[in-house]
């Protein structure tokens, strides 16, 4: 935490217009990491033929509803994160009340919610149902059970090679990547999983979106000043992935660097281009002053 305390109040004097989101994401990773310091989950147990479908047919290990959660921190969390929410700003705040209340009238059971919290329909659904902001609602419920997640993946970690996979989803939950990171000498590239954090190895020709490995319809620009960010854009199918090179940058939370970046999603969407996986912490509403 404090370093990555540091390293925000870095990003801030360099681009102040980020004081308002940084602060809320500090907050809500100090309320994740609380969590995880005492977090159990049940393990996780492999069958067999898992692992033989993930080596001959490259199937992802598990899926997204496979992971163990525990249900109690989440829903602790989930409380906490609220509160976070309602002193952030005002748009958080009202919709904060507004679940408060579809949870004080009963009307949907927060701890069944959260054990489907995978699934991104059933998260819009009950957002339709009751008229909330969906981006919000999901953002509590998946940050309430990310510390099981990343848990979950923990356990796995030691079952595969993140040098060999070389696939566009990931090799434990099958989910697409939300970001690209350059390291080591040569700058060897990798994933970062959407949903449980897994890293793993990819080509650097090559659009995880779409499988795309033509170099003449993969190409990539940098913010101004800003070598270690770029945006990789495929004219395949008209998407793209940040990718942050960590060659020339102190190793630090991607997905706290992607936050600081935001400018660099605007500019990829006015030239045309979808974020398949929408960085999470990103909400028109709450970050209106940022790449103005
Ligand atoms: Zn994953
Ligand atoms: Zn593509």
Redesign the pocket.
Known sequence: MTKLKKRIEQIKQKRPGYGEILDFYQKVKEAQAQVTASLKIDPIKLKKEWKELLTKESF?LIQKEDFPLNIEASAKLFQTLCQIGKDSNPHMAEQVGKIKEVLDNKKIDLKNLLKEGGKEQRIEQVANEFGLDKKVFSFLIQSSIKPSIEAG?EQLRSELDPETWLKGY??????LPSLSLLRGEGGKRYLI??????QWRIDRIFCPYCNNQEQGSLQYFYGEGEESYRIDLCDKCRQYIKTIDYRNLEESDPSLEDLATLHLDILASQKGYKRPIPNPWAHEKWYMGIGR
């Open positions: 992802s993946m990931c090799p434990v939950c099958g989910s999983c959407s949903y449980c954090g897994y």
